[in-house]
């Protein structure tokens, strides 16, 4: 009895010696159905536990995308509450993963989307098309050409006001960076109520506080 213990001990041991806590690390789902933020809890070379901020998506083949620009190929295995569970395509370095020493530098979350828009500059608006969003600034393609440093107004169906400047410019392409920053949980009930899952699911946020293939 006390052997039968012990080995089911040492395997518990290792197993957990195999898994890597990564606390609140911000990342994000790419499905077929869109963009969606989520929290990477703990990771293995064979999976990882992810917190979410609504429903799953309904695309149980996906990829996770870190800071880094790294992604991976995964399944969706099971879903209880605020947390899910995915394996992924094939085993990944953990290293590798908890460092994010991909190809690319980290960068702020951003999540790619099409949707109209409004820019406005003083009384007067331009149609706009938002590229992409972040907690801090968004990208839009605007009918109008916009100075560097001018104050803007992004305005977006669905989605609270932000005034803003823009940071950069690449032809009808510009960046904006907002005065008031969007919480995480805040990003992620935006960005969901802007893709088609979300007409749906967008009733179900919850609020968190504070892919490589095979060769």
Not at 40 to 46: I, L, M, P, Q, Y
Not at 151 to 179: C, I, S
């Amino acid at each position: 009895m006390g052997d039968t213990q012990e080995k089911g001990t040492r395997r518990i041991e290792q197993r957990a010696a195999k898994r890597s806590s990564l606390m609140l690390r911000a990342a994000k789902l790419l499905a077929e159905s869109g963009e969606y933020v989520c929290i990477v809890r703990d990771v293995s070379a064979t999976g990882a536990k992810l917190r979410l901020f609504h429903a799953p998506p309904p695309d149980l083949h996906l990829f996770l995308e870190l800071a880094d620009g790294e992604r991976h190929a995964m399944e969706r295995v099971w879903h209880r509450e605020d947390h899910a569970g995915f394996r992924f395509s094939c085993e990944i370095d953990v290293g590798r993963f908890i460092r994010e020493s991909g190809e690319f530098p980290r960068r702020p979350l951003r999540l790619n989307l099409q949707h109209p828009a409004l820019v406005g500059v003083g009384a007067e608006t331009c149609d706009a098309t938002l590229a992409d969003l972040s907690q801090h600034g968004a990208c839009v393609d605007a009918a109008a050409r916009l100075a560097i440093g001018q104050p803007v107004r992004l305005e977006v169906p669905g989605l609270p006001v932000r005034d803003g400047r823009v940071r950069w410019r690449r032809g009808g392409r510009h960046g904006l960076v907002f005065q008031q920053a969007f919480r995480l949980d805040e990003l992620a009930g935006h960005a969901l109520s802007l893709q088609p899952f979300g007409r749906d699911a967008a009733d179900d946020v919850l609020a968190v506080p504070g892919v490589a293939r095979c060769a």
